[in-house]
């Protein structure tokens, strides 16, 4: 299938993931980034500081007035409104249907962090979260103030080790 987009409607395309591309576009505040379908067709009329691409029909995204991310669903709506500092998930297929997150700057402490399934509800959360990974293969890299290691889905520690 090939798309027909203006050279001037786009600066760069990403690949369809979910039935979903990632179009960016220069404009007068930078890059904005926005979703188009199959069909060459625009998905919601919002754009983006930054778009993801989409994982089971999820993709979190930077909404440019608040700074925050949050996710949205195929149709371009709020799954999570814009509440997190961070948010991202791994490549498909092995992140594990979990969306890591972070609530505050790195340099704030404490500072909480963790992961959100695809319909946004917070299933593993640390309140002292220092920076952790997306899950690949039933398992993520987590950092606290007290502990590094390895966490499952569940949130247990599989392997860790004390932070000196």
């Known amino acids: 299938m090939v798309l027909s987009l ?3 409607e786009a600066d760069v395309v990403f690949p369809f993931t979910d039935g979903a591309a990632v179009v960016g576009q220069r404009s ?3 890059m904005e980034y926005y979703y188009i379908n199959r069909s060459g ?4 009329q919002r754009s ?3 778009a993801l691409p989409f994982y089971e029909n999820r993709a979190p995204v930077l909404d440019r007035e608040t700074g925050l991310f949050g996710l949205i669903d195929s149709n371009g709506e709020w799954v999570v409104g814009p509440k997190y500092v961070a948010l991202g998930h791994g490549e498909a297929p092995v992140c594990d249907a979990r969306i890591a997150f972070i609530t505050c ?5 404490p500072c909480k962090g963790g992961y959100i399934d695809i319909d946004g509800n917070e299933v593993v959360v640390f309140l002292d979260v220092v920076y952790l990974q997306p899950f690949r293969n039933g398992a993520a890299v987590v950092r606290t103030d007290r502990q590094v290691g390895l966490v499952n889905t569940d949130g247990k520690w599989v392997w860790s080790r004390p932070v000196e």
């Open 48 to 50: 983006y500081a930054i």
């Open 28 to 30: 007068e505040v930078g």
């Open 6 to 8: 203006k050279a001037a």
């Open 41 to 44: 067709e625009r998905i919601g």
């Open 105 to 109: 700057k790195v340099d704030s402490r």
